[in-house]
């Protein structure tokens, strides 16, 4: 079956210094692979969607970034964090990128930016 | 492009009661449709799904949804609701791009 599994589970970063949260999945092929955030009351916002190796798509202009260096990873990184980057956020994959598959979700990573 | 509604951000309601949770979706292609779950702290759950065929949809945790394209609409119900079910749901709707989630509705079950 497969898994989900996304780390750290909680940080506390001061607001300039560097994010780097990781996300990979086991027991399936080339997935479609997606980072969400939600802030308080805010409901989810999609920041990147990935449908394979290096191929990216950003929804929400911002100082986040996101790589996929490897088929079953997805990191989302900072180089300065600011304290709206402040949420939880959320990994997701799916079979296909629109359609009938639905997205599994990972137990996801509380930032608290200060 | 689809959009999601989810009329009411917050619904109290009595252990053993009934509930409904609204959601109105906007798109002008054909759409599958979805309900999940989110308690705290976690990442979301799927509770069920419309892709086609029957209008009503069992999923888990004794939970039902209608779709009904005529008003657009994808309400979730449950007859009797516990003290378990409290937690944060989203509805969700994909078509021809990727999925698309309301704001979710905050359900309080009170003892």
């Known amino acids: 079956s497969q898994t989900i599994h996304q780390w750290p589970a909680t940080l506390v970063q001061p607001v300039g210094s560097p994010l780097s949260l990781e996300c990979t999945v086991e027991?399936?092929?080339?997935?479609?692979l997606y980072w969400y955030r939600q802030a308080a009351g805010r409901g989810l916002q999609l920041l990147f969607y990935?449908?394979?190796?290096?191929?990216i798509s950003s929804e929400v202009p911002q100082n986040l970034s996101a790589s996929r260096p490897q088929d079953r990873q997805f990191i989302l990184s900072s180089k300065k964090l600011l304290l709206s980057d402040s949420g939880f956020y959320l990994c997701?994959?799916?079979?296909?990128?629109?359609?009938?598959?639905?997205?599994?979700f990972g137990p996801g990573t509380r930032l608290t930016v200060t | 492009a689809q959009s999601v509604t989810q009329l009411d951000s917050q619904v109290p309601v009595f252990e053993e009661a009934p509930v409904e949770l609204r959601c109105n979706y906007s798109?002008?292609?054909?759409?599958?449709l979805f309900w999940y779950v989110q308690y705290p702290n976690q990442g979301l759950q799927l509770l069920l799904k419309?892709?086609?065929?029957?209008?009503l949809v069992k999923g888990i945790n004794g939970f039902e949804a209608e779709f009904n394209k005529s008003q657009t609409s994808f309400h979730l119900r449950k007859p009797s609701v516990h003290i378990s079910d409290t937690a944060e749901y989203f509805c969700?709707?994909?078509?021809?791009?990727?999925?698309?989630f309301g704001k979710g509705t905050r359900l309080s079950v009170i003892a």
């Open positions: 969700a709707v994909s078509g021809n791009t990727p999925l698309v």
């Open positions: 027991g399936t092929s080339n997935p479609n």
């Open positions: 997701a994959w799916s079979a296909t990128l629109q359609g009938t598959y639905e997205q599994y």
């Open positions: 419309y892709l086609s065929g029957s209008t």
């Open positions: 990935s449908v394979g190796i290096g191929q």
């Open positions: 798109s002008s292609v054909s759409v599958y």
